[in-house]
């Protein structure tokens, strides 16, 4: 699933003006007592945008997501200067949880056969943390 959306993702975010040069996948690790792990961070000089992946998203895993997203800096203190972005991925929302997360700040990636693309509408602007 990850592989799918990070071959669209700088192309995806460019599109919406957050200008991306390249993406890392799975980090993972432990810091202050607790473990962490973030499906992709995308980066650019000054921002980075947080991506979970999901392949069925419910409204449970994106409160579980901000709150971990919420964290980011404390565990990545390479990334304290930067703004923080999120996206949430997946094939299937259910429960409105797409809806939810777009609420959320978050921009909202669907995967499809063998690309994906954002659903929220034109205009949307994310929610910056830092």
């Not at 990636?109 to 954002?118: C, L, T």
Request: with cysteine; glycine share 10%; hydrophobic share 40%.
């Amino acid at each position: 699933m990850e592989s799918l959306v990070e071959g669209d993702l700088i192309y995806l975010l460019n599109e919406r003006g957050v200008w991306i040069n390249d993406t890392s996948t799975w980090r993972k690790g432990y810091r202050g007592g607790e473990n962490y792990e973030f499906g992709i961070i995308a980066h650019n000089g000054q921002e980075i945008v947080i991506v979970e992946v999901k392949t069925t998203l419910r409204v449970g895993q994106v409160e579980a997501f901000i709150e971990r997203f919420k964290k980011a800096k404390g565990y990545m203190p390479e990334y304290e200067a930067r703004t923080v972005l999120g996206a949430i991925t997946c094939l299937r929302a259910e429960e409105a949880s797409d809806q939810h997360a777009q609420n959320q700040g978050l921009f909202v990636i669907r995967a499809i056969g063998d690309s994906a693309f954002i659903v929220n509408p034109e205009g949307f602007q994310p929610h910056k943390f830092g």
